[in-house]
């Protein structure tokens, strides 16, 4: 099949399956979403051009572009990456040759878009840190910080981006869009599953509570404790305060079963046996690469890494 132009760059059509599996959702204000190319993707549309969060997985890059060019034909000037797993940054290559530095930037001298991540990302990317593969330098974010939050202003649109410690990972990203009252969570929230809580690479659960009370306090809702500020996952559904607070609540009930049951002496074994998750199971156990085992155990090691990992 023939190329199509896309904006600044030309992308191979996407297959046809590829290209059905692809959703693109108004969300609020200047934002949308894409979904089906692996982590949610968030579009902030506007006069001066596009800004992406994250660019899905390797392989669906043709698919992500069309999905975008669906809600605008508009230069992609940004890219944010949340976090450095490959189904959220496996289409920074493509994703960047496909777009360009904002006309009078200071990345104007750079052909492709700028994309921007915490340290802790590149260093994992370019350096193979945590066991993970070295990827070539185009994957690679070309802005990064290591402070609590930088700032950027795009389409009269002031954006924060909020490092979150160690949630999810230790290189997570809020993405709050004041203007248009819309927070992107990454992995930090998934409608789909329990958090994947990667402690090889500094997640902890902890953190992750935190984080996700970091989104309840910059969230408001309207009426009712509904509508109010949305709130785009890394997986699943658009959000608002009430489910981020419903989400935040059933993970900090798992961590304190577990905690009493580790605090008691108990093993690993005798923590999963005792299913702390039992009434979560069916809305939040189902993804077999994240299963139920494997959140109780995170969270289990978590709580005092060395001592549980000593009586293992």
Not at 73 to 87: A, C, E, K, S, V
Request: negative net charge.
């Amino acid at each position: 099949m023939a190329a199509l132009a896309l904006g600044a760059g030309l992308i191979g059509a996407a297959t046809l399956g590829a290209q059905d599996a692809i959703e693109t959702l108004p969300v609020k204000g200047q934002v949308s979403m894409v979904a089906g190319a692996g982590g949610n993707v968030t579009v902030l549309d506007g006069p001066q051009g596009v800004l992406l969060v994250d660019a899905g997985r390797q392989g669906m890059s043709d698919a992500l572009l069309a999905g975008v060019r669906r809600i605008t034909t508009r230069p992609i000037h940004f890219l944010l990456n949340t976090t450095g797993d490959m189904d959220h940054v496996g289409g920074n290559l493509e994703v960047g040759k496909a777009g360009r530095p904002a006309p009078g930037s200071n990345q104007a001298a750079s052909p492709n878009t700028p994309i921007y991540a915490h340290e802790n990302v590149l260093n994992r990317m370019s350096l193979g840190k945590g066991g993970d593969p070295m990827l070539e330098i185009g994957y690679w974010p070309t802005v990064t910080f290591f402070t609590a939050k930088r700032t950027l202003y795009f389409n009269n649109e002031p954006i924060e981006l909020i490092w979150q410690k160690a949630a999810h990972t230790d290189g997570d990203l809020l993405i709050f869009f004041r203007l248009s009252d819309v927070v992107s969570a990454g992995d930090v929230l998934n409608t789909t599953s329990f958090p994947v809580i990667d402690l090889t690479h500094g997640g902890s659960i902890q953190g992750e509570i935190d984080a996700l009370n970091r989104i309840i306090d910059i969230t408001v809702p309207r009426l009712n404790q509904m509508d109010g500020t949305r709130v785009i996952p890394g997986h699943g559904r658009i959000c608002n305060e009430a489910d981020v607070v419903e989400y935040r609540d059933m993970v900090t009930i798992i961590r304190d079963r577990v905690k009493t049951l580790a605090d008691q002496g108990k093993s690993l074994e005798d923590v999963v046996a005792a299913r702390p998750a039992y009434e979560y199971e069916p809305l939040y156990g189902t993804d077999k690469a994240w299963t139920t085992r494997q959140f109780v155990e995170a969270v289990y090691r978590s709580l005092k890494p060395a001592e549980r990992t000593s009586r293992q």
